[in-house]
Nanobody, 113 residues
């Protein structure tokens, strides 16, 4: 059973930066981040394979950077030039090597002055 624990959310001013972290346990293949803003469905932010292949949502491309530490079973999201539209609950996501999907509990990111 894969367990995912997120950290790093909080309140930040527009134009600021935050770094989200997620530490997993178990045998994980794909890791990434999704987000859900008020009134919206959960949407992809970024994913990364164990081999380093990445996928970004167009809304965050160029501002957010996903990275992984495979040895630590961790994934990170460096968020820069944050906008109010980035306000959402951010969820860590993982696909285990048995192809089962897992979610973290989510961490709130609020971009506001």
């Amino acid at each position: 059973q894969v367990q995912l624990v997120e950290s790093g959310g909080g309140l930040v001013q527009p134009g600021g930066s935050l770094r989200l972290s997620c530490v997993g346990s178990g045998s994980i293949s794909l890791m990434g981040w999704y987000r859900q803003a008020p009134g919206n469905q959960r949407e992809l932010v970024a994913t990364m394979t164990t081999g380093g292949s990445t996928n970004y949502a167009g809304a965050v491309k160029g501002r957010f950077t996903i990275s992984r530490d495979n040895a630590k079973n961790s994934v990170y999201l460096q968020m820069s030039s944050l906008k109010p539209d980035d306000t959402a609950v951010y969820y860590c996501y993982a696909v285990a090597r048995n192809l089962r999907q897992y979610w973290g509990q989510g961490t709130q990111v609020t971009v506001d002055s």
